[in-house]
């Protein structure tokens, strides 16, 4: 390919450039894009088709001649500067091997010719119409072979004006000598079609002709159809007025084209009436002419501008969007960001036509750069409004790493319009997006969400999207891994909004069986019991509770168990009391109490200073794998293997006779392992304590680690009415040091006793049905 282009340019001209591609053939020009080595600059490079001009001009005088009127017009138009004449980089001056560089085109209006509407025919026209004012007026040059195929554009569809090889000087203010004594229908003469009858019939003649033959292009921009339809000068009817021939089209073009091929040329308008006229005066052309001059404009009259587009996009044609229109918005976007959030709007309505392909290239990769932006943030809020078109026409392979930063960036901003924006748009996005990316990523960032904003709203429609997310993760993980910090947002906004989005996310989700109980059931239960929720939420998850217990139930074939007899309770709870088995349960119940833990909210109670490790008697643990510790029940350490235990387990018959405390439904039965009178609170513990600090082992003489009063002891089996000790109760650590103490036998001595209600007497508890995650 390079050596084909080398001899047909020559070695002087090829030389400079790369990447020669075919664009379309014109005449007999081949026309091709290029790049020049040096510059980088893109080019068109020109050639003429030697094979084809030698099979259709057999005459070797007619081609020297057609040949050597293309290297003088390419002369002429090198010489000239203007937005609309085709600009002349590099000429190779040889007939044999005819050859030149321009600035880069991209089509030619006769391949267009058809595809265009009245807007895309005035815009092209009307640039034309500037391009031969400048001719006229400031060059003194009339062009004399106007025609579709001289007439090219470039990708933003800007009029590049070519073949000058008639174009001759005006003399004084109109008259032109046309180049030729004898008009012929021949390839070195202006095409028939689209000529003045002066010119046809070489009568004296002025530069309007000109205006003749834009009209002719003008008109069959706006049908699609050639108005003078002659091969040959006999079919010219000189006579006739072309207009008589024209219908089916608007006043405003009516009134121009009646003007412009009148016969007698002196009547005709010259091209600053024609630029005038009420053909280029509507809203459109009006805006795509703000938009040629956009350069000069202050950035205040620029953002009032951009703002009103976007009102009046969808009114173009898709190729003047995709050509004129989106390109200068990118660029403005581009020089100055702070534009972006008026255009990108623009941007999106004039691209929701193209295709997936033709919208990745023509449009997101070019502002791919504004995905990550977040300041302003009236950029993102942009980018999520129009969500659903940038999804739908991406290719999918960009998404994750251009489109899902929008809503990440979002999620993690500090701005509330952003969020909501966000989380109005997020389940578009959950439908694209695949599980991973969902679990790894969007999942921890809408919980990070909830637990960060403050407003409640905003924590709804997020769980509201945790919910939906539900449906492409995994349930049993979330539960494990997430489920705390969305109780933890709970207990930040008790609202009803709040608890109605969980009691869909928890109605949602689906997990093992022990993990719901262990987790979810917990959760429901204190939406419930809280005052903030409404009735029909607290029935919606009551019903759903009910059907999860039932559905454990169903799993572990409950309702088949059988009651214990009681020496398998006392072989059971012996085999469970072991220390190895103690310490593997203690291990365990740690492990769950620190990763998820729902409690009853109290006031801690004082704890003496050599007590063992705190055991949070507060707390209520959801793991129901194994035997758990009561809570707001003494621990009171490891009993001897010898003894048995029912702890835990009902009893028909409840007993008062034993030295027992009952603290509730699970401690109804007397204890087989509490049989011998004890001196001390610790039920399970054969030595005498001395001391309230129940998990130390060493005998002491005071009631309370901080006091340095000596006590007697401290009974809690005491069947004399107490006054103030409640093993639930909410009273306070000053409270309970400071009790009434009373002297009660106790075998061999006598012991203080604080006051406290009867043994057998029910006692208080607090009236919270909160629950506090650690």
Known sequence: MKRFFSALLGSGISANYDNVNPIFTIGYWKVHSAVNKTTHDRVSLWLIDQEKITAEIQDQAVRDKYLSGSLAGIQKLRKLRHPHLLKILEVQESTSSLGFASEPISSSLQTLIGSLNGDDASYICFQLADAMQFLHNNAKMAHLGISPEAIFLDENLSVKLFNFDWSVPINGTKDINLPFTQYFTEITYPPLPYSSPEVVQCRQSTCLADVFSFALVFYECISGKPLLLCKDKREYDIGRNPILSISGIGTNYMNLFRGCLNIDASTRPDFTNILESEAFATMQMKILRYLDMIIAKDPKDKFVFFKNLAKTIDQFSPMMNRCRILPLLISESKADIRFAPVLLGSIFNASAKFTVSEFTDSVFKQIAFLMKVTDPPQVSIALLQNLPLILDKTDSKLHAENVYPIIFNALQSNNDVLQKECLKKLPLVVEKMNETSIQTGLLPKLVELITAVQEPAIVSSAINCITICLGKSDNENFLRTQLTKVYEAWRKHQSASVASAICAMIEKVKASHKTMMNRAVPFAADVISNSATEAYVQKRLCNWMLSTINAYKQAGKLDEAQEPE????????????????????????????????????????????????????????????????????????TPQTKQSSNAGFPSPQPSTKQNTTDFGAFNAQPKSFNQQPKNDFNAFNQQPKNDFAVFNQQPKNDFNAFNQQPKNDFNAFNQQQKNDFQPFGQQSPQQQMNRPMRTVPQGNGMQLSPQGPPRNQPQSSSNNNTFNLF
Do not use: C, R
């Open 566 to 637: 009681q020496i398998a309770l006392d072989n059971l709870a012996a085999k469970t009391s072991t220390p190895s088995k103690f310490e593997d349960y203690s291990k365990n119940s740690a492990n769950s109490l620190a990763s998820f833990n729902f409690g009853f909210d109290s006031t801690p109670s004082a704890t003496p200073q050599n007590s063992q490790p705190k055991n949070d008697n507060l707390s209520f643990n959801t793991d129901f794998s194994s035997p758990q510790p009561k809570k707001n029940t003494a621990d009171f350490g």
